[in-house]
C-alpha cells in the first residue's frame, strides 16, 4: 500500500491549495479516507476525513468550512481544498486510510509541507 500526497507548497495567508492523496495497493472506495496535519513542535491532528461510502464528511472545527476534503474513485484519489488559508494552517499534511472505518488509521503517506505566509 502507498500514499503519495503532494501539492503542498508556501501561500500568503488568505490563499489557497489543493492537496492530492494518491492511492495504490488499495481502493479508495473501499476505505475511509483522512487528512492529517502535524505542525512544529506539535502532535498529529486530524483535519478532514471521507466515510468509506462516500456519504458523509467530517472536518475539525479548526477548519471546517474553509477545507474540502473530495474522493475520485476513477482516479483513486482523495483531494484536500484549503481556502482561507492561515498561517496556524502551516504544517506538514498527511493522508491516511482506514478499512472501512473500523480498521484504525493503519496506513500513512509521506506528508506534504504547507507554510502559509503572514
Known amino acids: 500500500v502507498q500514499l503519495q500526497a503532494s501539492g503542498g507548497g508556501l501561500v500568503q495567508a488568505g490563499g489557497s491549495l489543493r492537496l492530492s492523496c494518491a492511492a495504490s495497493?488499495?481502493?479508495?472506495?473501499?476505505?475511509?479516507m483522512g487528512w492529517f496535519r502535524q505542525a512544529p513542535g506539535k502532535e498529529r491532528e486530524f483535519v478532514a476525513r471521507v466515510n468509506w461510502s462516500g456519504s458523509n464528511t467530517d472536518y475539525s472545527d479548526s477548519v471546517k468550512g474553509r477545507f474540502t476534503i473530495s474522493r475520485d474513485g476513477a482516479k483513486n484519489t482523495v483531494d484536500l481544498q484549503m481556502n482561507s488559508l492561515k498561517p496556524e494552517d502551516t504544517a506538514v499534511y498527511y493522508c491516511s486510510a482506514n478499512y472501512q472505518g473500523r480498521a484504525g488509521w493503519r496506513h500513512w503517506g509521506q506528508g506534504t509541507l504547507v507554510t502559509v505566509s503572514s
Open positions: 495497493g488499495l481502493t479508495v472506495s473501499s476505505y475511509s
